[in-house]
């Protein structure tokens, strides 16, 4: 599986970041594509949709080992890079992990951080507190992801996003919140055949935006969420217009470029 993130678009800064909203797409590549020859292949592809569809600007978060080769070819201001994971820790002997620091070297602005896959491994909720607190002591932006593996009929998943929320804030000060985002991702909603209700993702946008101003109070109104979980081209638009979201993230549509030019092309007038 792969994973693109797709929010509204925020025009390049000097940092690498994607700054003011117009639509924007982050991709998660995950553990793909096995070679770096398909992996350039797929960038270009990204380009192209991106240069296409000027109303979108995309997040490109491939395997690591690519990051730095990709960001180093690209010229353009409509793609950043994001890695899908790094270590809380500074330096230190974490065999196999690579840090903040490390990333940001790489040309990474963002860090996708608590995805389902990543929890599955036994990530925790205070994991992702130490690795939002250290994606912000670095300059990086951290993309929060939250979600429920299934849901009770008493709504009981509501207070497992609030936990998963009030433990991965419990670091960030309120001056830094307009640089987190939350991915809303529905476990059940990952690599499914449907993704969920944007009314039903409307609800929960409400619910996340309540828990982050129950925490910082009006000052949390700014945190934007996406959503993600079996969105493509046949429903990036409604979701994008009903969910009450700021983007997306987008699995399997990622690795492949057809998909991915359009599902860009089908969010062109959102
Ligand atoms: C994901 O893995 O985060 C994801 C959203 O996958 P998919 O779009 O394939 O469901």
Redesign the pocket.
């Known amino acids: 599986?792969s994973?693109l993130l797709v929010v509204m678009v925020w025009n390049e800064s000097e940092n690498g970041t994607i700054g003011r909203m117009k639509s924007l797409l982050v991709a998660?590549w995950?553990m793909n594509p096995p070679t770096f020859k398909e992996a350039k292949k797929l960038f270009e592809a990204t380009k192209k949709a991106a240069d296409t569809v000027k109303s979108v600007s995309i997040v490109v978060a491939p395997p690591a080992i690519y990051v730095r080769e990709l960001r180093a070819s690209y010229r353009g201001k409509r793609i950043a890079f994001g890695v899908q994971n790094a270590h809380f820790e500074a330096k230190g002997s974490y065999t196999g992990e690579i840090s903040m620091a490390e990333a940001k070297d790489a040309g990474a602005a963002y860090v996708i951080i608590g995805?389902?896959?990543r929890r599955a491994m036994g990530e925790t909720n205070d994991d992702t507190r130490k690795k939002v607190a250290s994606a912000i002591a670095h300059s990086i932006f951290p993309v929060l992801c939250v979600g429920e593996k299934e849901r009770g009929h008493e709504g009981e998943h509501f207070d497992l996003i609030k936990e998963q929320l009030k433990t991965g804030f419990a670091d960030v000060l309120i001056a830094k919140i307009p640089r987190v985002m939350i991915a809303y991702?529905p476990v059940w909603?990952?690599?499914?055949e449907t993704a969920m209700n944007p009314r039903d993702m409307h609800e929960m946008a409400i619910f996340i935006r309540k828990t982050i101003v129950g925490l910082y109070g009006e000052k949390g109104m700014v945190v934007k969420i996406l959503y993600?979980?079996?969105?493509d081209e046949r429903n990036a638009s409604d979701m994008l217009t009903h969910g009450d979201i700021a983007g997306l993230?987008?699995?399997?549509?990622s690795a492949d470029p057809e998909k991915l030019t359009a599902l860009v092309r089908a969010i062109k007038n959102v």
């Open positions: 599986m994973s998660n995950k995805h389902a896959e991702e909603a990952i690599g499914a993600g979980g079996s969105i993230l987008v699995g399997r549509a």
